[in-house]
């Protein structure tokens, strides 16, 4: 059976199939532009080195040489550039910004690092001279050129937070409708319930007092099921509000709760309890809730088990630093494969033919929304079994 909400899945991919889309267009057209901007860049550079080998190889002052020096050398406003000779002296540069109050070795050292960025950028552009003397430009990318080139990477990482606080924004919005479906459903089965167990309760009085059932152990039987109804209907009213937790035996909880099921199950299923921890070890829970909890992973562990196997609850130190106490629950049952981990908790998910599954997403809800814990799958193996973990603050 798919999970109720199996719709949301879809839409969070739908959201990342969106932001990809988005942030491929976006590094296509980007590189687009960077390339044509690299190809006018690299003409302009030509140009200048053109016009530097004119400069440089005429002597005369003249209306072109001063046209060239205005519209080809000062025209190139934004991409550094580094005249150096054969010696390898740099001669002259151009758009590259010295530390101010810079002493002599320390520009000649910053002009040293630019052209050797410039050296890894380009290969440098000769200018020959007669007699066998050369010149060599060196130059690197823009300033716009090398922000445009990572633009995408910037838009990519804003496309990203969008997309992962639309996904967050998404999950919190259908967490929360969740909820109110929850506590709905919760509240309007406590009421239901009311009526029914007024009526069973007044039955269970009437035959207490009546001499035809004097000394039956079926009336007995009888008001254990309708205190657990009334214990069922006060956890059904619980869900939605803020649970009362007090310091309680943990060991005392958890016998009780499996007390109450193994007479209620199957009688080829073998429970045990067992503590790893001092006899009066607590744990700050409420006892209706944790036994609904404990119920409900039991039972689903029958299930898994075709009413046959054994059921060991082990209470140990658990969580970080051993600070909290661990309720590992193991069965012998059918296991889960590891892919299902989690799935396991979602509401809807089940495998039996009857059933809403929602009595571990109920238990998860239980043990991580009231009681700050944590519910999971601490192990299973399939065809040998299954361990889950409550994780309680003492």
Known sequence: MLPIYDQKSRIKLLIVVLALVIGAVTVVYTNLLVSRLAEREQQQIDRYARTQ??????????????????????????????????????????????????????????????????????PPIVIKFGGGLH????????????????????????????????????????????????????????????????????WVDYMRSSERFAGEEVVEELDKDVKRLQIITERFSNIGSVPVLKDENIRDVAERAIDYLKVRVSRKVVFKVESLL??????????????????????????????????????????RNNKQIALDITDTGKGIPKSKFETVFQPGYTTKKRGWGLGLALAKRIIENYHKGRLYVRWSEVGKGTTFRVLLNG
């Open 135 to 202: 010149n060599y430009i060196y130059y690197k990318d823009s300033l716009i050129l090398t922000q445009l080139r990572t633009y995408p990477l910037v838009q990519l990482g804003v496309i990203a937070s969008l997309a992962v606080i639309a996904y967050l924004v998404f999950s919190t919005s259908r967490r929360a409708e969740q909820n109110r479906v929850w506590v709905g459903l919760a509240k309007e089965t406590a009421h239901q319930l009311g009526t029914p167990l007024s009526s069973m309760l007044a």
């Open 278 to 319: 001092e006899p009066d070890t607590t744990a700050k829970v409420n006892i209706p809730l944790l036994e609904w909890v404990i119920e409900n992973i039991c039972k689903n562990a029958v299930d898994a088990m075709d009413g046959r196997g054994s059921i060991t609850l082990i209470i140990r130190h658990g969580g």
């Open 53 to 122: 080998r004119f400069l440089l190889g005429t002597e005369q002052e003249d209306a072109t040489t001063n046209f060239l020096r205005t519209e080809i050398i000062l025209e190139n406003s934004n991409i550094p550039v580094l005249l150096v000779n054969d010696e390898g002296d740099i001669v002259d540069w151009r758009n590259i910004t010295l530390p101010s109050g810079a002493n002599e070795a320390r520009r000649i050292a910053f002009l040293q690092n630019e052209l050797a960025e410039m050296k890894e950028q380009h």
